[in-house]
Nanobody
Framework: VQLQASGGGLVQVGASLRLSCADS????????LGWFRQAPGKEREFVAA????????YYADSVKGRFTISRDNAKNMVSLQMSSLKPEDTAVYSC????????????????WGQGTLVTVSS
């Protein structure tokens, strides 16, 4: 499993950004997947997660109504559409494969790939 996050960048408050998580090591992205973020000096925190077939999604309260997680298994990709971005959304965003346990706990995930930096300027 080789998960890779991409799509980060520098945006202004209120802007939108779409992140992607792809597995370059397999032909099918059949895992439950989650997005986490880590701001400088802070713990990694849960952002959103989605089951392998897209049937269920989970969101942190801080992003509900602003972020949407989705997947396209045919394209081997999970996306995180972020809108109404705030300075507090600034962080390195990473995706991981859910192994079991609590969806909200980073310890329940594995195969973390290199993250992508999102910077929201005011």
């Amino acid at each position: 499993v080789q998960l890779q996050a991409s799509g980060g960048g520098l945006v202004q408050v209120g802007a939108s950004l779409r992140l992607s998580c792809a597995d370059s090591g397999r032909t099918e992205l059949s895992y439950n997947l989650g997005w986490f973020r880590q701001a400088p000096g802070k713990e990694r925190e849960f952002v959103a997660a989605i089951t392998w077939n897209g049937g269920r999604t989970y969101y942190a309260d801080s992003v509900k109504g602003r972020f949407t997680i989705s997947r396209d298994n045919a394209k081997n990709m999970v996306s995180l559409q972020m809108s109404s971005l705030k300075p507090e959304d600034t962080a390195v965003y990473s995706c991981g494969a859910f192994m079991g346990g609590s969806w909200y706990d980073s310890g329940a995930y594995a195969y973390w790939g290199q993250g992508t930096l999102v910077t929201v300027s005011s």
